[in-house]
């Protein structure tokens, strides 16, 4: 029989909603005076592969759904650590499909798909878990936890991961920091803006410095400013060596930046700027 999953020592009890009946006041803890930098965190993940091969390479990839949908054709491209790449497309042209695939939600039909130097087609079980732990993961929704606040939404990945109390919070506040969200530490998600949110599910997705992040569409639901400010902030990761794949309809967002964009049409890639 297995028992039910109870915190460690080394978190705090969790603050209450308001709309909670029993309320208690909050103890999650806040970071040291003076943290790593983001980068130094960067740098002492380690490394798995040789820095000159590419960080994603997918070759001859197909992704057919159980229901005959054909997603994606003779996928072909290849991602350098480092690289912030856009991908375009209309609705339905397989950019999500392709996201899902780097991190081994789908599987792919046929053709090989390389990640931080694995053939995902090889990994189960816990190698695949293993893998994910170093993919980080922004969607347009947030899918953040509500009735946790935005500290626990950012430091759960950390201590589902079996960070220390003391990591987790000399992590903690310069991801707050970094994504403009030091002050709403204590705030539940149904108390920020939409932007704000969205920046939260990014700490969270960062905050245990990944090689590689994945965003799809996370300006989706934002308006100009509030996107502008979100690629911002991945540019910013993106400058201490954080590679970035992000989905987007918005031309406007791709056409103000100078970095690659490839284009999914019909399942099937072309390079649009190099
Ligand atoms: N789980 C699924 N089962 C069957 N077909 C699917 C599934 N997920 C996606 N598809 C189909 O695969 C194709 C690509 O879908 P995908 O979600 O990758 O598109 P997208 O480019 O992300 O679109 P959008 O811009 O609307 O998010 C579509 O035809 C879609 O209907
Ligand atoms: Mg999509």
Same mark, same amino acid.
């Given at each position: 029989?297995?028992?039910?999953?109870?915190?460690?020592?080394?978190?705090? *009890?969790?603050?209450?909603?308001?709309?909670?009946?029993?309320?208690?006041?909050? =103890?999650?803890?806040?970071?040291?005076?003076?943290?790593?930098?983001?980068?130094?965190?960067?740098?002492?993940?380690?490394?798995?592969?040789?820095?000159?091969?590419?960080?994603?390479?997918?070759?001859?990839?197909?992704? =057919?759904?159980?229901?005959? $949908?054909?997603?994606?054709?003779?996928?072909?491209?290849?991602?350098?650590?480092?690289?912030?790449?856009?991908? =375009?497309?209309?609705?339905? @042209?397989?950019? $999500?499909?392709?996201?899902?695939?780097?991190?081994?939600?789908?599987?792919?039909?046929?053709?090989?798909?390389?990640?931080?130097?694995?053939?995902? @087609?090889?990994? %189960?079980?816990? %190698?695949?878990?293993?893998?994910?732990?170093?993919?980080?993961?922004?969607?347009?929704?947030?899918?953040?936890? *509500?009735?946790?606040?935005?500290?626990?939404?950012?430091?759960?990945?950390?201590?589902?991961?079996?960070?220390? %109390?003391?990591?987790?919070?000399?992590?903690?506040?310069?991801?707050?920091?970094?994504?403009?969200?030091?002050?709403?530490? &204590?705030?539940?998600?149904?108390?920020?803006?939409?932007?704000?949110?969205?920046?939260? $599910?990014?700490?969270?997705?960062?905050? &245990?410095?990944?090689?590689?992040?994945?965003?799809?569409?996370?300006?989706?639901?934002?308006?100009?400013?509030?996107? %502008?400010?979100?690629?911002?902030?991945?540019?910013?990761?993106?400058?201490?060596?954080?590679?970035?794949?992000?989905?987007?309809?918005?031309?406007?967002?791709?056409? $103000? &930046?100078?970095?690659?964009?490839?284009?999914?049409?019909?399942?099937?890639? =072309?390079?649009?700027?190099?």
């Amino acid at each position: 029989m297995t028992s039910a999953v109870t915190p460690p020592k080394t978190y705090s *009890p969790r603050r209450r909603h308001p709309d909670e009946q029993s309320r208690r006041p909050g =103890t999650f803890q806040t970071a040291p005076a003076t943290p790593p930098s983001p980068k130094r965190q960067h740098q002492k993940q380690p490394q798995t592969s040789s820095t000159q091969a590419p960080l994603v390479a997918l070759t001859g990839v197909n992704k =057919t759904y159980t229901n005959g $949908s054909q997603a994606l054709r003779d996928i072909n491209l290849q991602i350098k650590r480092g690289d912030f790449l856009f991908v =375009t497309g209309p609705s339905g @042209a397989g950019k $999500s499909t392709l996201l899902k695939l780097l991190y081994g939600q789908e599987r792919a039909t046929a053709g090989d798909i390389l990640v931080d130097g694995q053939h995902l @087609a090889k990994l %189960r079980g816990n %190698r695949l878990a293993m893998l994910r732990r170093r993919i980080g993961i922004v969607f347009q929704d947030y899918k953040l936890i *509500p009735r946790r606040t935005v500290a626990e939404n950012v430091s759960f990945v950390l201590w589902a991961q079996g960070y220390s %109390r003391k990591e987790i919070n000399r992590r903690l506040r310069p991801t707050l920091r970094m994504v403009g969200l030091q002050h709403k530490a &204590s705030s539940f998600p149904d108390q920020l803006s939409g932007g704000e949110q969205q920046r939260v $599910s990014i700490a969270r997705a960062v905050v &245990s410095t990944p090689p590689l992040l994945l965003a799809d569409e996370p300006t989706g639901n934002l308006d100009v400013d509030n996107s %502008r400010q979100v690629i911002k902030i991945l540019e910013k990761l993106n400058s201490i060596g954080i590679t970035i794949i992000i989905t987007t309809h918005d031309e406007q967002l791709v056409r $103000s &930046s100078s970095h690659p964009v490839v284009q999914i049409q019909d399942g099937r890639l =072309t390079y649009v700027r190099h």
